[in-house]
């Protein structure tokens, strides 16, 4: 059981190195040709004003990567590379809230509260201080940087987190009021809310990133099981809506991205439902453990509890196999309760076997095939214990994170159109990276380590993702205000981002 850990990422070494070689010989063969001259326009604005740009957002607007937030992955954030475009047309200084190095994490009173970033570890993602050794998280709450900051993006922030007073105070952290990311932006005004932080600024333009992500993705990467719920319709649109309407009072422009459908990142979609190996002996065992479970749900459907086709929906069956499905709970299986004499009763757990519908997170890699008590292969995680709700996303809790994401959606583009606004359609350009999308002479996937889209943690993009969102929203400000970033070739080239980090960039 102890290599079920491994199996899942380790055949991605070879394609990762493959790739990178190629994207390296790629750029010198490039380097070595010599460009044709093409004459392109001069930039022109067009209607919108870029002089004083502002970002607001969660993740995906502060720039993480490979699980957290450092010095190249701010630099590199969408906003960033906008804003060195927007440079080109008036554009003024675009200030970042930066942390103190390239390790990330971070810290309150010496104490870590976030982990330092991710790194390709040969087989996989992981922690930087497993290849590199221990590091000193140095970004410390306690002491931050100077604002007013143009990138007003914060990891973890949610729609109603944008007007919420209180939210960048310090004294707020402890009770869970507060995300420290934000505390960092608020300086002396410590309970402004976001939306105040930029309409102080007098805005000319703004951008708001992925501006309803976090609003179902804690719901998802917590395996639907109800610590961190999806925010309810009515909520988002009141945030969003006093939100948007603050900014264009200030006679700002603006760009919104939607929400992406979360379930199709690789965080999501790269443990697959069936890791499990067995040998005929242990499958055995293991098939005897659960005979008397599979014995009631015949019994169930003998007697008209559940139907014959849940029942057989719900048999554990293992096999001498390298791809068993694991067991896990679904709270979404009907409660079996037996009499077991005149007045005793037994009711069956609600697990079954995953099946390919089912969404393994990607934490679920290293839990399945762990003992729950070391020593003992009865209690093996995932077969003689079923996985539990935070490790699997069932169809049921998919349907309930599509149903949210449109709404949220819907939202967003009524909004647009009622304000004059860009809309970049982020849901739709994560769909297409699905099965590969062309940027440059690149073409990238939502493939985990080697797809070149999305970074390490499963979740957020690599630095040449952003950049392609970047210039997706570009293309959306010509559309929309005349501009000409694309057309005149002020926009972000593949080749200038990489795909992956050292982890020796400190």
Not at 82 to 106: C, E
Not at 366 to 384: D, K, M, Q, R, Y
Not at 416 to 435: P, Y
Not at 467 to 496: C, P, W
């Amino acid at each position: 059981m102890k290599k079920i850990k491994y199996i899942l990422l380790s055949v991605l070494t070879f394609s990762f190195m493959a790739c990178e070689n190629e994207e390296l010989q790629e750029l010198r063969d490039r380097a070595n040709q010599e460009e044709p001259t093409v004459d392109l326009p001069d930039l022109i604005t067009g209607t919108a004003d870029f002089s004083n740009y502002v970002a607001i957002g969660p993740s995906f607007t502060a720039g993480v990567s490979d699980g957290s937030l450092f010095i190249a992955s701010q630099q590199n954030s969408f906003p960033s590379i906008i804003a060195s475009q927007f440079a080109n047309a008036g554009g003024g200084a675009f200030v970042q809230p930066l942390v103190n190095d390239n390790f990330g994490g971070l810290a309150l009173g010496g104490n870590r509260i976030v982990e330092p970033r991710l790194v390709f570890g040969g087989a996989g993602p992981v922690p930087l201080e497993s290849v590199v050794g221990p590091v000193t998280v140095a970004t410390d709450i306690l002491n931050n940087p100077t604002g007013p900051f143009n990138n007003l993006g914060v990891p973890g922030l949610k729609s109603f987190h944008t007007i919420a007073a209180g939210y960048g105070n310090i004294a707020n952290v402890q009770a869970g009021l507060a995300n420290p990311y934000a505390v960092r932006l608020t300086g002396s005004t410590p309970d402004a809310t976001i939306l105040q932080l930029a309409v102080d600024q007098n805005p000319t333009f703004f951008t708001l990133g992925v501006i309803g992500g976090n609003d179902v993705l804690g719901y998802a990467t917590s395996g639907g099981d109800g610590s961190n719920p999806i925010t309810d319709q009515g909520t988002f649109d009141f945030a969003m809506t006093t939100l948007i309407n603050g900014l264009v009072a200030t006679g700002a422009k603006g760009a919104i991205g939607n929400t992406p459908n979360v379930s199709s990142l690789p965080f999501f979609t790269t443990v697959p439902h069936n890791p499990v190996p067995l040998d005929a002996a242990t499958a055995g065992a293991v098939n005897q453990a659960y005979a008397d479970y599979n014995g009631g749900l015949q019994l169930a459907a003998a007697n008209n509890i559940i139907s014959a086709s849940e029942a057989t929906a719900r048999t554990i069956n293992f096999e001498a196999s390298e791809t068993n499905a694991v067991v896990i709970e679904d709270e979404n299986l009907t409660t079996v309760t037996l009499p077991t004499g005149p007045s005793t009763f037994i009711t069956l757990p609600n697990i079954r076997q995953a099946t390919s519908d089912d969404l393994l997170v990607l934490p679920a890699a290293s839990f399945i095939g762990t003992e729950a008590v070391p020593g003992n292969p009865l209690t093996v995680n995932g077969v003689a214990i079923p996985l539990a709700d935070n490790w699997v996303l069932t169809p049921e809790e998919q349907e309930e994170i599509n149903i949210a994401t449109a709404g949220h959606n819907a939202t967003l583009q009524a909004l647009a159109d009622a304000n004059g606004l860009a809309l970049v359609d982020l849901n739709a350009i994560l769909e297409e990276a699905g099965g590969g999308i062309q940027f440059d002479e690149f073409n990238l996937d939502t493939a985990l380590v080697f797809g070149g889209l999305v970074s390490l943690d499963g979740i957020h993009l690599t630095a040449r993702g952003y950049a392609l969102m970047a210039n997706k929203y570009l293309e959306k400000i010509d559309e929309v205000y005349g501009s000409n970033f694309v057309a005149s070739g002020n926009v972000a080239k593949a080749a200038d981002f990489p795909t992956n980090y050292s982890p020796l960039l400190q």
